[in-house]
């Protein structure tokens, strides 16, 4: 994928009506979007995919949702108020403001880059008896890459982790790192910048309380850790799930909706006996994975990424990585919490956050393993990884969005092939029928094949089609947008056969 790619998914995601610029009339806010008809209808078909399979499917999981606005004492007691920070540095000659980890992040993948092409190469070489694992720890230039770029990742945790920011613009300097758009050495120092939105609440200024946008749903669902246990008699091991907005100062917000100042988290806290959480941790991690894989993409669009690096409250942490059109980028961490938000806020609000566990007969404070996605940024994954240009056997080519059936904006789309003779109440008294299953559309305009295109480039599985024949034996056709094809099909037996292609069962069993 590249650059062009993501222009395609840019331009798509406007034209289409699934992602516009926030407040485009005044010539938008930068890093905030609004969602069109079909990106809403999208956003909510994964937002309830990601709920089912949390909540509907785990007896041992309940919802939540809290409000945004929290006691200003949550963010002292979760550390936020400290230590959400990221290291920004200016370019004096653009004036570009850049988070300088992840300009030493990009640095390391080009060396990355690097391997992956010897591997290429030597594979090509080799064929068959290519054996990669002994090829990467032999190969005299790629020990040496994978070296260099470990020693450099390692220097920059060290700096972060000391607070010595000094360092990191040395280590800036010293690799020589380039502002990526214009190309100038002159950098500032590093400096650290907190992330979170402020605001007041209170009606006159002497008044006022300083509140903070939470920046993620997370402490929400830990402030009401006891609420949720007591009041649904919840037996450790046990899950809170939340959907919900998150906000987030970003300085460096690019690569559209991947990384946005308002955005929607999708988290769940399972709490689990101390000594326990690394099982659950490794369990949480493949079962999120294999939700990201029933989706049908393919195995290669993912990839764990392990944190060697670890933030003060964790003592494992993985993203799942997904190929985005701009690379490998975080999609989802899946992080083993151990006591840290509960003990913090049992200290800071003299409440005591525990829970008696009725086998060890005695009272403790439960670890956590916590599973984090921006639904945003999911939007973003199964959008790029949907769209595609298809070239046809009769060296035609169509636009069409593959997104998987049970997420896609509108099931079925209920097409008269003219608008005349009846055919259009036909259709109609269809769509009365399959509207209380699945989301349908009517489309009469334009000539049935630029119908069907249009349907491609919003992704609607099935398209069904009313003609005269339908008025002498009640048949309709029934077009698959992936495969073409075209059948038959009694209008009496459309619900019972498309049914399948959207029950959770298939999807997630
Ligand atoms: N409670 C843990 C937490 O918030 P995080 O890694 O900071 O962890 C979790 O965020 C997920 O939220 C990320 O994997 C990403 O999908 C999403 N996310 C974070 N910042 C985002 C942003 N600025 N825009 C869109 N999505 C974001």
């Not at 920070?85 to 980890?101: E, F, G, M, Q, T």
């Not at 929607?264 to 399972?270: G, L, V």
Request: aromatic share 12%; proline share 4%.
């Amino acid at each position: 994928m590249s650059d062009e790619k993501f222009k395609k998914v840019l331009s798509h995601a406007k034209e289409y009506g699934f992602v516009f610029q926030s407040s485009e009339i005044y010539d938008g806010l930068s890093a905030v979007y609004d969602y069109g008809p079909n990106g809403v209808a999208l956003k909510k078909n994964i937002r309830d995919y990601w709920w089912r399979s949390m909540v509907q499917l785990h007896q041992n999981i309940v919802g939540l949702d809290a409000a945004i606005f929290m006691h200003p004492t949550t963010w002292k007691a979760s550390g936020h108020v400290d230590a959400f920070n990221d290291p920004l540095i200016d370019n004096k000659d653009s004036k570009k403001r850049y988070r300088a980890d992840v300009l030493v992040e990009d640095y390391c993948e080009k060396i990355e880059n690097k391997v992956q092409k010897e591997i290429k190469k030597a594979k090509k070489r080799f064929g068959d008896a290519f054996n990669e694992a002994e090829f990467v720890s032999t190969h005299p230039r790629v020990v040496k890459y994978r070296q260099q770029k470990e020693d450099i990742l390692n220097r920059m945790a060290r700096s972060l982790e000391n607070e010595d920011l000094a360092d990191v613009k040395n280590l800036i300097e010293e690799l020589g790192i380039a502002d990526p758009v214009t190309g100038s050495k002159n950098w500032t120092d590093v400096k650290q910048f907190n992330l979170m939105f402020g605001t007041k609440l209170g009606a006159s200024a002497e008044n006022a309380t300083d509140l903070y946008l939470r920046p993620e749903t997370a402490q929400g669902i830990f402030v009401n850790f006891l609420n949720v246990q007591k009041t649904m008699r919840m037996k450790i091991p046990f899950g809170i799930a939340q959907t919900g907005k998150a906000f987030r100062n970003e300085i460096v917000a690019r690569q559209f909706i991947f990384r946005m100042r308002e955005f929607e988290q999708m988290e769940m806290q399972f709490f689990v006996r101390p000594g326990e959480e690394m099982k659950w941790y490794h369990h949480w991690k493949e079962t999120r994975l294999n939700w990201h894989k029933s989706l049908g993409f393919g195995d290669d669009y993912y990839r764990f990424h392990d944190h060697e690096k670890l933030a003060h409250y964790a003592n494992a942490a993985a993203d799942i990585e997904f190929k985005f059109p701009f690379g490998f980028k975080e999609l989802e961490g899946i992080h083993s919490r151990t006591d840290f938000d509960l003990t913090q806020h049992t200290t800071f609000s003299g409440k005591k956050l525990q829970y008696f566990d009725p086998e060890l007969n005695k009272s403790y404070t439960p670890y956590v393993v916590e599973t984090s996605i921006g639904l945003d940024r999911m939007f973003l994954a199964v959008f790029s990884a949907s769209l595609q240009d298809e070239s046809l056997p009769d060296g035609s080519s169509r636009v069409v969005m593959k997104i998987p059936a049970i997420l896609a904006p509108t099931k079925v789309a209920v097409l008269p092939l003219l608008k005349k003779d009846g055919l259009p109440d036909i259709a109609n008294k269809i769509i009365d029928d399959l509207k209380w299953d699945f989301e349908v559309t009517y489309d009469e305009k334009d000539a049935i094949g630029r119908r069907y295109r249009r349907q491609d480039a919003v992704g609607t599985p099935f398209c069904v089609t009313v003609d005269h024949q339908t008025k002498e034996d009640q048949s309709v056709t029934l077009r698959d947008r992936d495969t073409m094809e075209q059948i038959r099909i009694p209008i009496a037996e459309l619900r019972q056969h498309i049914q399948d292609k959207f029950d959770l069962r298939n999807w997630l069993k």
